[in-house]
Nanobody, 122 residues
């Protein structure tokens, strides 16, 4: 069992920056970031495979968001730059799932955090 705790959400102006953290109680071979806006389905933001350091991003955030990790702390970060109002959502950290399963599908993750709200105002 891995417990995940997100932090760092808040309100930010259009074009601003924000850094989210996800602290895990144990290690997992991958940790992903997802988001869900009101009335919309949960969508992937990106994932990091913790052993190799391989990172994938959704096209909507590529070039603006950066995922990184601190292995010693079992913590993953999501650096959000040049944010837009459409980035407003609840952001979730996720981990685990069957090895080889699609990184972009929320159903393939086993462990989830409680989420942290990000609101971008124009």
């Amino acid at each position: 069992q891995v417990q995940l705790v997100e932090s760092g959400g808040g309100s930010v102006q259009d074009g601003g920056s924000l850094r989210l953290s996800c602290a895990a109680s144990g290690s997992s071979y991958r940790m992903g970031w997802f988001r869900q806006a009101p009335g919309k389905e949960r969508e992937v933001v990106g994932v990091i495979y913790t052993l190799s350091g391989t990172i994938y991003y959704a096209d909507s955030v590529k070039g603006r968001f950066t995922i990184s990790q601190d292995k010693a702390k079992n913590t993953v970060y999501l650096e959000m730059n040049s944010v837009k109002p459409e980035d407003t959502a609840m952001y979730y950290c996720a981990a685990g799932g069957t090895t080889g399963s699609a990184w972009y599908e929320a159903l393939n993750y086993v462990y989830w955090g409680q989420g942290t709200q990000v609101t971008v105002s124009s």
